[in-house]
Each structure stands twice: as structure tokens, then as C-alpha cells.
């Protein structure tokens, strides 16, 4: 009986993580699309309020100051895509890493960006909210 006990809460526990990964990677698609539309309000659902963001050559930002500036139009992106993606839920804390590529324009300039990067999810209220982005240069 114990056996079986303990068989369904594996089942179950695995459920979970599987349809928690899944809605991380979807959350993730939603991230990358919002990027390449220019389209902020996805975003802005999506980042908790107290959301760090640091990526390379810019200050660290908060929810506002990122919103503000992805508002701005002054950046507008080509191509943003992510590969490499590595998903692992704690409970109500999740851990996405993976590599960025992307082409950007800014202020007419364009470049492109390869990037490593680690995403903190936390489970909130209503639903999975991005709580840290951290990114940094990844050898091409």
C-alpha cells in the first residue's frame, strides 16, 4: 500500500514540474515575441513589480525604468531568439538559463547581441512573474 502511496505522489509531483516547465517555456515565447513586436504590455504583465534587470553596458533596471525605456521606441529588435533553455521549478521559485541572440537597432546603430543569461521566476498570485534577469556576453 505504501508503494502505491508513494508511486501516485511521485506521478503527481512530476505532473506538476512538467506542466510548471511548460508554462515557464511558453512564459519564455511570450518574453521573446513581446521583444521583437515592441510590444510592452505582455511585459509588463509578465515582470513582477520589484523586477531587477541587469544586462551588459547598461545600469541595472527596475520594472518602471525597463518599461520606460522599451516604451521609448528608441531600440527596436530584429530578431530575438533564444536557444539552450534549461528549466528547473523549486516549488514556487523557477530557474530558467539559456542563450540569447539578438539583432537590435539603437539610436540607427544596429548590432547584434549573443548573450548567456539567467531568468528568476517566482510563483505568484496570478501566476509565474519574472522577479531577476541577469545577462552577460557569451562567446559566439
Same mark, same amino acid.
Given at each position: 500500500? *505504501?508503494?502505491? &502511496?508513494? !508511486?501516485?505522489?511521485?506521478?503527481? =509531483?512530476?505532473? *506538476?514540474? #512538467?506542466?510548471? !516547465?511548460?508554462?515557464?517555456?511558453? =512564459?519564455?515565447?511570450?518574453?521573446?515575441?513581446? +521583444?521583437? @513586436?515592441? %510590444?510592452? @504590455?505582455?511585459?509588463?504583465?509578465?515582470?513582477?513589480?520589484? &523586477?531587477?534587470?541587469?544586462?551588459? $553596458?547598461?545600469?541595472?533596471?527596475? $520594472?518602471?525604468?525597463?518599461? *520606460?525605456?522599451?516604451?521609448? /521606441?528608441?531600440? @527596436?529588435?530584429? +530578431?530575438?531568439? !533564444?536557444?539552450?533553455? @534549461?528549466?528547473?521549478?523549486?516549488?514556487?521559485?523557477?530557474?530558467?538559463?539559456?542563450?540569447?541572440?539578438?539583432?537590435?537597432? =539603437?539610436?540607427?546603430?544596429?548590432?547584434? %547581441?549573443?548573450?548567456?543569461? &539567467? $531568468?528568476?521566476? *517566482?510563483?505568484? #498570485?496570478? /501566476?509565474?512573474?519574472?522577479?531577476?534577469? +541577469?545577462?552577460?556576453?557569451?562567446?559566439?
Amino acid at each position: 500500500m *505504501s508503494l502505491l &502511496i508513494a !508511486t501516485a505522489l511521485v506521478a503527481v =509531483l512530476f505532473q *506538476s514540474s #512538467s506542466a510548471d !516547465t511548460e508554462e515557464l517555456l511558453r =512564459l519564455e515565447r511570450v518574453w521573446n515575441l513581446a +521583444h521583437e @513586436k515592441g %510590444d510592452a @504590455k505582455p511585459l509588463q504583465e509578465l515582470w513582477a513589480e520589484d &523586477i531587477e534587470i541587469a544586462v551588459p $553596458k547598461m545600469a541595472v533596471m527596475t $520594472k518602471s525604468e525597463a518599461l *520606460s525605456f522599451f516604451r521609448s /521606441g528608441r531600440m @527596436k529588435f530584429d +530578431h530575438y531568439v !533564444t536557444s539552450d533553455l @534549461k528549466v528547473r521549478v523549486y516549488s514556487d521559485a523557477a530557474v530558467v538559463t539559456g542563450r540569447l541572440e539578438r539583432t537590435r537597432s =539603437l539610436l540607427g546603430v544596429t548590432t547584434t %547581441d549573443a548573450w548567456r543569461f &539567467i $531568468k528568476v521566476y *517566482s510563483r505568484q #498570485s496570478r /501566476g509565474w512573474r519574472v522577479v531577476a534577469f +541577469h545577462a552577460s556576453d557569451a562567446p559566439r
